[in-house]
């Protein structure tokens, strides 16, 4: 079975706040794809990064982090220091060799960044 | 990496009417993916479209309701038909390229139906 959970649906904060978006995943393969994806009121999906199931380095780009964590089947999602710009909807992905790496989303987490 | 073409962009149109959505890639892929997405809901698989072969539904999607054509490994068209207000949605075209299976996306159909 192949699951996305992003368990908070809305999560406001105050600009310059750091938030952290939380997602768990389900997978039976060892090799697997996770991905974060954010949609912006304009509608368009803008990919943001990609792990691989053999790479838990956490990564840092800019003001933003991801903490990919095997053992807890997680991969969360930092905004360090928030922008109203950060106001959208973020996706969590998941991507695996069985059934020819289709990509299934989570929820989606919207997250309102306030001035 | 892989720039992909959707059109329509938008559409309005009338229930009972079927509209074909056109999906071209830059690039040869073999996985061409289709999804939906409801208002205010996450993308949902559709059908997973190969070249050669039939599309593959996911639960819940039939060929009857979204006949999907793979003619080539550049193109695809996704058709929604007979078309009701709950079919109101965006429907975006997306391939897979690389080892990394990175999904790449079309910028989406922005469908209403009235």
């Known amino acids: 079975a192949q699951k996305v959970t992003q368990a908070q649906t809305e999560i406001s904060v105050v600009e310059k706040e750091d938030v952290t978006l939380d997602c768990v995943y389900e997978t039976r393969d060892t090799t697997y794809y996770l991905f974060w994806y954010k949609q912006p009121p304009s509608g368009e999906l803008v990919f943001l990064i990609r792990r691989n199931s053999f790479d838990e380095q956490n990564e840092i780009s800019g003001r933003y982090s991801w903490n990919f964590q095997k053992s807890t089947s997680s991969f969360n999602f930092t905004i360090t220091a928030s922008q109203v710009v950060d106001s959208a909807v973020y996706f969590c992905?998941?991507?695996?060799?069985?059934?020819?790496?289709?990509?299934?989303f989570g929820a989606g987490t919207r997250l309102f960044v306030k001035a | 990496s892989a720039v992909i073409s959707q059109k329509p962009s938008r559409d309005i149109c009338q229930r009972g009417t079927s509209l074909t959505i056109q999906c071209q890639v830059d690039s040869q892929v073999t996985m061409m993916f289709w999804y939906r997405q409801q208002p205010g809901q996450s993308l949902t698989l559709i059908a997973t479209a190969n070249q050669g072969s039939e599309a593959t539904y996911e639960s819940g999607f039939v060929i009857d309701k979204f006949p999907i054509s793979r003619p080539n490994l550049t193109f695809s068209t996704l058709t929604v038909s007979n078309m009701s207000p709950e079919d109101s949605s965006i429907y975006l075209c997306?391939?897979?390229?690389?080892?990394?299976?990175?999904?790449?996306f079309g910028q989406g159909t922005r469908l209403t139906v009235v």
């Open positions: 992905a998941l991507s695996q060799n069985t059934g020819g790496f289709k990509t299934i």
């Open positions: 997306s391939v897979g390229v690389g080892r990394t299976s990175e999904a790449f």
